[in-house]
T-cell receptor, first 112, second 114 residues
Framework: DVKVTQSSRYLVKRTGEKVFLECVQD?????MFWYRQDPGLGLRLIYF???????EKGDIPEGYSVSREKKERFSLILESASTNQTSMYLC???????????FGPGTRLTVL | KQEVTQIPAALSVPEGENLVLNCSFT??????LQWFRQDPGKGLTSLLL?????REQTSGRLNASLDKSSGRSTLYIAASQPGDSATYLC?????????????FGTGTKLQVIP
């Protein structure tokens, strides 16, 4: 079974802090994704990566950056956390962009 | 721009009932459609993936159908159980111009009452 893990289930940070969210997949998937999920807005794509060191912006990249130094690991970085970045963050991976996506358990981030 | 709608937003049924969840999309130029379930505070679990060339997919008590021309997919759950209680989401992948830009519905929250 595909396993996608995220570094934290719950995280509380203060405004202005730099925040790192880590995601690891164990199935040698090419593609990895970061979404945020908010009530009433559904899931929105922040960034995705189709190969090591390759990334593309999603629908809402502002205030975020990403890093993919190794195939199995995809990091989401909030350069200076703000309260409007309080959300559930979900990581996903897929073998190719045509295949089904597998999700991690999510990180509930609260920015105070 | 693709829009994906799931109606109703919430559904409550007695245990044992067969039920249908709906997913509508506005642009029929899709590559595939995926159904997920999400338990409270958790990530998404993939249930079924239907390619645009397929009409349906089955897994256990679940059956998903796809009618591209009418922009609809349904998820049929047979003999519902309390453990089926969760939010069910559908996600549509386009067949051009950004395969990564999957559009998700906002989900149907299902409660199965014992």
């Amino acid at each position: 079974d595909v396993k996608v893990t995220q570094s934290s289930r719950y995280l509380v940070k203060r405004t202005g802090e730099k925040v790192f969210l880590e995601c690891v997949q164990d199935m040698d998937h090419e593609n990895m994704f970061w979404y945020r999920q908010d009530p009433g807005l559904g899931l929105r794509l922040i960034y995705f990566s189709y190969d090591v060191k390759m990334k593309e912006k999603g629908d809402i990249p502002e205030g975020y950056s990403v890093s993919r130094e190794k195939k199995e690991r995809f990091s989401l970085i909030l350069e200076s956390a703000s309260t409007n970045q309080t959300s559930m963050y979900l990581c996903a991976s897929s073998f190719t962009i045509y295949n089904e996506q597998f999700f991690g358990p999510g990180t509930r981030l609260t920015v105070l | 721009k693709q829009e994906v709608t799931q109606i109703p937003a919430a559904l409550s049924v007695p245990e044992g009932e067969n039920l249908v969840l709906n997913c509508s999309f506005t642009d029929s130029a899709i590559y595939n459609l995926q159904w997920f379930r999400q338990d409270p505070g958790k990530g998404l679990t993939s249930l079924l993936l239907i390619q645009s060339s397929q009409r349906e997919q089955t897994s256990g008590r679940l059956n998903a159908s796809l009618d591209k021309s009418s922009g609809r997919s349904t998820l049929y759950i047979a003999a519902s159980q309390p453990g089926d209680s969760a939010t069910y989401l559908c996600a549509v992948r386009p067949n051009s111009g950004g395969y990564q830009k999957v559009t998700f519905g906002t989900g149907t929250k299902l409660q199965v009452i014992p």
